[in-house]
């Protein structure tokens, strides 16, 4: 059965002086910096400067705009919100340094870190985590689940399980999983390994 990706992924590259459009109507967006200084600016409020390792969510209907201040380079995630009948409560803008992000060991595992970039609360529909991995590091089992991914390989190198395939992975790959897919990876190389991911939660996924 073909399955089509419910988001969409997509570098975007900014000139010195370029200044971003807004998403779809209706639509989130997610964007981490790979490289360069960018001004943001949220529906009016003071201009947030962003350097690499910032990233920022901006709300469906959120107005907003990126502004390069040199050359910058940047990974987006964009999805529809799907509101909720759990709670009138919208989701709020959110701003920060990724990789000091709160987290911790996964599951216990000391040579792997996770760090929590959005809000767990039932308003949020999209989920995007920042994954570390030690050299040899490696997922505790084969993965599951109903939520698809869009993956961005920040830095290292390893060894994706997509199904019954092995895909080798290093900086400035990026991957989509559909839901239901056999996922697995182990760290390679000789320096950690970190990616960003995307995943819908929260929602009924037949909704």
């Known amino acids: 059965m073909l399955r089509l990706p419910r988001f969409v992924q997509y570098f975007a590259t900014l000139e010195p002086g370029g200044v971003s459009a807004m998403p779809a109507e ?17 529906d009016g409020r003071e201009d947030e400067a962003l350097r690499p390792r910032s990233y920022a ?4 209907g959120a107005a907003h705009t990126f502004t390069a201040q040199t050359v910058a380079k940047l990974m987006i995630f964009e999805k529809p919100y799907q509101p909720t009948p759990h709670t009138d409560a919208l989701p709020q803008p959110v701003t920060g340094d990724a ?4 987290g911790g060991p996964f599951l216990g595992d000391e040579a792997t870190h996770l760090r929590i970039l959005l809000p767990t609360d039932v308003q949020y529909d999209m989920a995007v985590n920042l994954f ?3 050299p040899g590091a490696a997922l505790p ?12 390989f920040v830095e290292g190198e390893g060894i ?4 019954d395939q092995w895909y080798p992975i290093q900086a400035g790959d990026t991957i989509w999983m559909g839901s239901y897919c056999p996922q697995w990876f182990c760290a390679i190389g000789k320096t950690p390994s970190t990616y960003l991911y995307y995943k819908d939660v929260n929602r009924d996924p037949l909704g």
Do not use: C, K
Request: charged share 15%; hydrophobic share 50%.
């Open 57 to 60: 969510y901006l709300p469906a």
């Open 99 to 102: 990789w000091a992000a709160a």
């Open 26 to 42: 209706g639509a989130q967006r997610f964007a981490y910096v790979i490289d360069g200084a960018l001004n943001l600016s949220i």
């Open 132 to 134: 570390t991995f030690q």
């Open 160 to 163: 994706y399980r997509l199904d």
């Open 141 to 152: 089992f084969v993965e599951t689940h109903v939520m698809e991914h869009g993956l961005y």
